[in-house]
């Protein structure tokens, strides 16, 4: 597995791989992998790549005054470990000084899609999402990449930047991996305490239960995000940030009778801030 730490070497190994022929699939990540980014990986092979690059970079951009960007957690020694055994071909380690040097001045700022939801609680952070992601594009020059669905928003934003600025890339959304109990895999499940870890589940808790509720026939949006609020609600580790139901397409909000519904829901648990989210009725 190739080390790449600036991005004239991402761009020398991506022009490389596409002179042979290869198609290059990009897993970008912010590290401190688990299972579902090692599943980013597999799910990026199975998308036709001959070549994957995975990257790990914690981005400054994307986290508010206060927010977690010091305390992030990171491993790379065990990241690139993990990246090897999975088969990974190479992995792009750029510094934040290589992704923004002094006097960095442009922006990527998907409009709609980024408002509400994490947009609204974390001001600024889809703008950073897309600058970042737009640069990783730039630099390992992928036919496709893979995003995880827990990030929901995400990836409406990263599909919608795509599009509107003609990257001609593939984006795959990869399916969330859970625990045994159903907590969404996250690298900031590594901030959850004992207790803290047990209260957690009621984000996925809740989800299930608009899921149980679909399929006994209920199709008010209104109902089913109640469901899954509930739960939270009813937690007393937890704070409810939203419960929404979403166009599982365009992510614009939905009431009324349904025939599919994203549920998507965000919550404090302890200091930690979590995120959910399940597609019903596609
Ligand atoms: O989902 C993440 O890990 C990050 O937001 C991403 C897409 C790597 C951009 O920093």
């Not at 159903?182 to 996925?204: E, K, T, W």
Request: contains cysteine; glycine residues 10%.
């Amino acid at each position: 597995m190739e080390r790449l730490r600036t991005p004239a070497a991402m761009r020398a190994w991506a022009d490389a791989r596409r002179a042979e022929g290869a198609r290059i699939g990009l897993v970008p990540t912010m590290g401190y992998l688990h299972d579902g980014h090692v599943s980013l990986v597999r799910v990026a092979r199975g998308a036709g790549s001959e070549a994957v690059a995975a990257t790990i970079f914690v981005n400054p951009t994307q986290f508010g005054p206060g927010e977690d960007f010091e305390k992030y957690p990171r491993d790379e020694a065990r990241d690139l470990a993990m990246l090897d055994a999975a088969g990974v071909d190479a992995v792009y380690l750029p510094g934040v000084r290589d992704m923004y040097p002094e006097g960095h001045q442009t922006h990527v700022e998907v409009r709609t899609v980024s408002q509400g939801m994490c947009g609204a609680a974390r001001p600024g952070h889809f703008r950073g999402v897309a600058t970042v992601v737009a640069k990783l594009f730039l630099a390992a020059k992928p036919h496709v990449a893979v995003f995880g669905e827990k990030d929901c928003q995400q990836l409406a934003v990263i599909r919608a930047m795509t599009r509107d600025l003609d990257f001609g890339i593939e984006i795959v959304g990869a399916p969330i991996v859970r625990e045994e109990d159903g907590l969404a895999m996250s690298s900031r499940n590594a901030y959850l305490s004992g207790d803290d870890r047990i209260a957690a589940r009621c984000l996925s808790r809740g989800l299930f239960r608009a899921k149980e509720l679909f399929g006994k026939g209920e199709r008010d949006a209104g109902a089913l995000v109640a469901a899954a609020g509930a739960a939270i609600e009813g937690e007393p580790r937890a704070k409810t940030e939203y419960a929404e139901g979403r166009d599982p397409v365009t992510l614009a909000p939905l009431s009324g009778r349904v025939d599919a519904v994203t549920i998507l829901v965000a919550a404090k648990v302890g200091p930690t801030r979590l995120i959910d989210n399940i597609t019903l009725g596609k």
